[in-house]
C-alpha cells in the first residue's frame, strides 16, 4: 500500500544563538616544552606560532571542560537546559569506546530526554557539528542544539617527538544552534580525502598498543608536516572560497575569518591566498592556546568576542581541516 509520510518541519532557518568555552588552568611554555625535545622557543614560534598552550589535569576531563563550556553557551544564548533537543560532541579524545560522552553531558547539563551522540572528525568537527544541527533545527528533530569541540590531546602527545611535542593542547568550546527568522548558518561545504588519511593518524590502534612485544604501548598522533601544509593551504582555500559563494558572500562582505587554529603559518598563507581585505579580522588564539582540534574554532571565537574583536551580527567565515583528512566550511552571522 502507497501511504504518504509525514517529513519533519522546523524553524524556516537556524543560527547560532551563544558561544562558550572552557580553557584549563595550566599553561605550559615553550620553554617547559623544549626539556623534552631539541628545539628552543624561537623555533616554536616561527614553526607554528605558539606561545603558549593548556593542557588540562586530573579533574579536566572532558566531560568536566564540555559541561563547562556548554553551560556558558547556554548562559549566552540565554536558553535553558530544559530546551535542548540534542547534544553534539566531537571529539576524538574521550578514551571510552562507549558510552557516548555526549549522554553523560547531556545528563549533567540537565538536557533531559535529548538525543546526545559523539562524531569523529577531528579538526573539522565542530564545522560538522554546526552543519548537523542547521538541518535538525530546520527540519524539525531538536528546536535547540548544543554542539560541542571538545579535546585532552597532551594524553595523546609524544612529548618526545620534536615534530608534533609543541602543537596539540586541550580544551573545550560550545555552541548554541536555535531558530531563527533569518539565515544564520550558510550551507556547509565538507568532505574528506580518505586516500591521505595517514599524514594525520593515531600511531597504532589501541589492539596493537595492548598487545605490543616487550609490553604494551601508549599510542600517539603522527603527523607529516610539510604535506599537510601544503594541502590545508591551498586545497582549504578553495574549500573556503566554495562556502562563501554558497553562501553568497564575498570577501568585501567578510567581518571575521576563524579558521582551525592548526598553525600560525597556515592561517596567514590562507588569508593570502583568499585575498582578504584588511577590514576582515583574523582569530589567531593558537599563540595562546595551541591546536586544540575540535574545540579551537568555538574557543577562538568565545576569545575574539570576549576582547571586543567581534560584534553581534556580523558576518564570518568558518573552516575546518585536519585527520581524515576530513574538512567543513560555513559562513555564519555571530550571536
Avoid at 86 to 105: D, G, K
Avoid at 118 to 130: L, R
Wanted: aromatic fraction near 6%.
Amino acid at each position: 500500500m502507497s501511504v504518504p509520510i509525514k517529513s519533519g518541519t522546523g524553524a524556516a532557518y537556524a543560527r547560532i544563538l551563544g558561544f562558550g568555552g572552557y580553557r584549563p588552568a595550566r599553561v605550559v611554555t615553550n620553554e617547559e616544552i623544549i626539556q623534552n625535545i631539541d628545539s628552543s622557543d624561537e623555533w616554536i614560534q616561527a614553526r607554528s606560532g605558539i606561545v603558549t598552550r593548556r593542557w588540562a589535569n586530573a579533574e579536566e576531563t572532558v566531560q568536566a571542560m564540555s559541561v563547562a563550556a556548554a553551560g556558558k553557551a547556554l548562559a549566552n544564548a540565554g536558553i535553558q537546559a530544559d530546551q535542548v533537543g540534542a547534544v553534539i560532541v566531537s571529539t576524538v579524545s574521550h578514551l571510552y569506546q562507549t558510552p557516548a560522552i555526549a549522554t553523560v553531558i547531556a545528563d549533567e547539563l540537565g538536557a533531559k530526554g535529548a538525543a546526545a551522540f559523539d562524531i569523529s572528525a577531528a579538526c573539522a568537527g565542530f564545522c560538522y557539528g554546526v552543519g548537523l544541527a542547521d538541518g535538525m533545527v530546520r527540519t524539525g528533530s531538536a528546536e535547540h542544539v548544543v554542539v560541542i569541540g571538545v579535546e585532552r590531546l597532551s594524553d595523546l602527545t609524544d612529548h618526545h617527538d620534536r615534530s608534533t611535542a609543541f602543537i596539540f593542547a586541550d580544551g573545550a568550546g560550545a555552541a548554541v544552534v536555535g531558530p531563527s527568522d533569518t539565515p544564520g548558518i550558510g550551507p556547509v561545504v565538507w568532505g574528506s580525502d580518505g586516500s591521505q588519511a595517514r599524514l594525520i593518524t593515531q600511531q597504532e590502534s589501541w589492539h596493537q598498543a595492548f598487545h605490543t612485544e616487550g609490553g604494551a604501548q601508549w599510542p600517539h598522533l603522527r603527523m607529516e608536516g610539510n604535506p599537510v601544509f601544503r594541502w590545508a593551504v591551498w586545497e582549504m582555500a578553495r574549500v573556503a572560497q566554495q562556502a562563501l559563494d554558497a553562501a553568497g558572500v564575498s570577501t568585501d562582505d567578510l567581518d571575521a575569518f576563524i579558521p582551525h587554529q592548526a598553525n600560525m603559518r597556515i592561517t596567514d598563507a590562507m588569508v593570502k591566498a583568499l585575498k582578504l581585505p584588511a577590514h576582515v579580522r583574523v582569530a589567531r588564539d593558537i599563540a595562546q592556546q595551541g591546536n586544540t582540534s575540535a574545540a579551537s574554532i568555538p574557543l577562538a571565537i568565545e576569545r575574539m568576542q570576549e576582547s571586543g574583536e567581534l560584534k553581534s551580527g556580523e558576518t564570518a567565515l568558518i573552516i575546518g581541516f585536519g585527520a581524515g583528512l576530513a574538512y567543513a566550511a560555513q559562513v555564519i552571522k555571530l550571536p
